[in-house]
């Protein structure tokens, strides 16, 4: 079984904080790297998604991906309220796709 | 495009009897998942579709477990005999050409099993 490992938090910044999400996976063999946010009671929603090395930069939102270390992390810059969430880190290849548990994001006013 | 759907939204059944949910995809999608959530954890995968072909399928899903996509759009999951532990959120995903990033799935709003 593929594992992936997330810090369950909750992580609590104030609003306008950087909020610094970590996920380390076992399967040396995915390729794509997927961001979900997931708000209580609904489905996930996509965030952001990287496939090689390095940082990719999408708004507020930055994902940083270092293959060698099995290790991808979310940074989310001027975090809102409405960033409160559960926040799944999603390794994968292409076809499956293994979620960890998420980290709750709390964004305090 | 009006996204995933399915249905039903709510499942209540006995221990023991079949339940059946549908999955309706966004239309170009080709690419068809389901997933199982409980409470304080990821969505785990159950099986993928390409088309009506079922590509992969977790090992670790009972035989009691069934899923089909007969013409490549809608798909249905089956669990015969449930037990209680198969309580869950049961969560449909597609992803594909047209719409979205090619492999970014795009999830229904799930329907919430309860075995009593």
């Known amino acids: 079984q593929k594992e992936v490992e997330q810090n369950s938090g909750p992580l609590s910044v104030p609003e306008g904080a950087i909020a610094s999400l970590n996920c380390t996976y076992s399967?040396?063999?995915?390729?794509?790297f997927f961001w979900y946010r997931q708000y209580s009671g609904k489905s996930p929603e996509l965030i952001m998604f990287?496939?090689?090395?390095g940082d990719k930069e999408d708004g507020r939102f930055t994902a940083q991906l270092n293959k060698a270390s099995q290790y991808v992390s979310l940074l989310i810059r001027d975090s809102q309220p409405s960033d409160s969430a559960t926040y799944l880190c999603?390794?994968?290849?292409?076809?499956?796709?293994?979620f960890g548990s998420g980290t709750k994001l709390n964004v305090k006013p | 495009d009006t996204g995933v759907s399915q249905n039903p939204r709510h499942k209540i059944t006995k221990r023991g009897q079949n339940v059946t949910f549908r999955c309706d995809p966004i239309?170009?999608?080709?690419?068809l998942y389901w997933y199982r959530q409980t409470l304080g954890q990821g969505p785990e995968f159950l099986t993928y579709?390409?088309?009506?072909?079922?590509?992969?399928k977790s090992r670790l899903l009972s035989d009691r477990f069934s899923a089909e996509r007969p013409k490549g759009s809608f798909s249905t999951l089956e669990i015969q005999r449930t037990e209680q532990g198969d309580s869950a959120m049961y969560l449909c995903?597609?992803?594909?050409?047209?719409?979205?990033?090619?492999?970014?799935?795009?999830f229904g709003p799930g329907t919430r099993l309860t075995v009593t």
């Open positions: 995903a597609s992803s594909g050409p047209g719409v979205g990033e090619p492999y970014e799935q795009y």
């Open positions: 399967d040396r063999g995915s390729q794509s």
């Open positions: 990287i496939y090689s090395n």
């Open positions: 999603a390794p994968g290849d292409f076809n499956k796709f293994y």
């Open positions: 239309s170009e999608h080709n690419r």
């Open positions: 579709f390409q088309n009506e072909a079922q590509l992969e």
